[in-house]
């Protein structure tokens, strides 16, 4: 029998990539070996979802895999994005046998796949898209049936109300969005931090703090240890 190929996740700290993570495990042919994250310097949070960088280590310690970090400066352009991903992905190779192989927790934008693709192929690594396709409304409720739980850190306010930044995401939230926002927030309308879940020893214990409006668009409910 081969020996299962070795993978690194792109982590976001989110439910979408905790599900990724739990249908690569349920795969005998892949082994993940790493978490790779980008935080934004300065603020040291993680980038987009604006979660505190101590919480985002304390839940890669719960899921008990490393955790490599692509530092971006504050509103770094795609170049430099792009620069520190390669060099955290060719960090993950040196570290986890080679590992040439990427996992993602995309749904369905085609235009956000098709330019990781192009990245990876340029440096030499494979795509991997473990929930592709899968149907967002049934893979939130699954996701809430099997144990997970998640707070909404970030919300888009042109897509959705910003008093939902903060809630659980529960089937009580699910049932609150509007038609126009898709369950798993994939066209950005949310982001979130899974705090506890069947992928973890042990919860990440948090409290709601501060909430801030960026960019006069985003909202941000921040969360710090309990």
Same mark, same amino acid.
């Given at each position: 029998?081969?020996?299962?190929?070795?993978?690194?996740?792109?982590?976001?700290?989110?439910?979408?990539?905790?599900?990724? #993570?739990?249908?690569?495990?349920? =795969?005998?042919?892949?082994?993940?070996? &790493?978490?790779?994250?980008?935080?934004?310097?300065?603020?040291?949070?993680?980038?987009?979802?604006?979660?505190?960088?101590?919480?985002?280590?304390?839940?890669?310690?719960?899921?008990?895999?490393?955790?490599?970090?692509?530092?971006?400066?504050?509103?770094?352009?795609?170049?430099?994005?792009?620069?520190?991903?390669?060099?955290? $992905? &060719?960090?993950?190779?040196?570290?986890?046998?080679? &590992?040439?192989?990427?996992?993602?927790?995309?749904?369905?934008?085609?235009?956000?796949?098709?330019?990781?693709?192009?990245? $990876?192929?340029?440096?030499?690594?494979?795509?991997?898209?473990?929930?592709?396709?899968?149907?967002?409304?049934? #893979?939130?409720?699954?996701?809430?049936?099997?144990?997970?739980?998640?707070?909404?850190?970030?919300?888009?306010?042109?897509?959705?109300?910003?008093?939902?930044?903060?809630? &659980?995401? =529960?089937?009580?939230?699910?049932?609150?969005?509007?038609?126009?926002?898709?369950?798993?927030?994939?066209?950005?309308?949310?982001?979130?931090?899974?705090?506890?879940?069947?992928?973890?020893?042990?919860?990440?214990?948090?409290?709601?703090?501060?909430?801030?409006?960026? =960019?006069?668009?985003?909202?941000?409910?921040?969360?710090?240890?309990?």
């Amino acid at each position: 029998m081969n020996a299962p190929t070795p993978v690194l996740l792109a982590w976001s700290g989110g439910k979408d990539s905790s599900l990724a #993570l739990a249908r690569l495990r349920e =795969d005998p042919s892949f082994r993940v070996c &790493a978490l790779v994250t980008a935080v934004t310097t300065g603020f040291d949070r993680i980038s987009i979802h604006g979660v505190r960088r101590d919480l985002l280590e304390r839940q890669a310690a719960a899921i008990g895999l490393p955790l490599i970090v692509a530092p971006l400066e504050p509103a770094a352009p795609n170049a430099a994005y792009e620069q520190a991903w390669a060099a955290a $992905l &060719a960090e993950g190779s040196r570290r986890f046998d080679g &590992a040439k192989h990427v996992a993602y927790g995309d749904l369905f934008l085609e235009d956000v796949r098709a330019y990781r693709a192009t990245q $990876l192929r340029a440096l030499g690594y494979t795509p991997l898209y473990p929930i592709w396709g899968a149907d967002t409304a049934a #893979l939130a409720r699954a996701f809430i049936e099997d144990g997970y739980c998640a707070v909404l850190t970030c919300v888009d306010t042109t897509q959705l109300d910003a008093t939902f930044a903060g809630r &659980a995401y =529960d089937e009580a939230l699910l049932e609150e969005f509007p038609a126009s926002v898709d369950p798993c927030g994939e066209r950005g309308e949310f982001h979130t931090f899974v705090w506890d879940g069947p992928h973890m020893r042990e919860p990440v214990r948090i409290a709601a703090g501060e909430r801030v409006l960026r =960019d006069g668009r985003f909202q941000y409910c921040d969360f710090i240890v309990q």
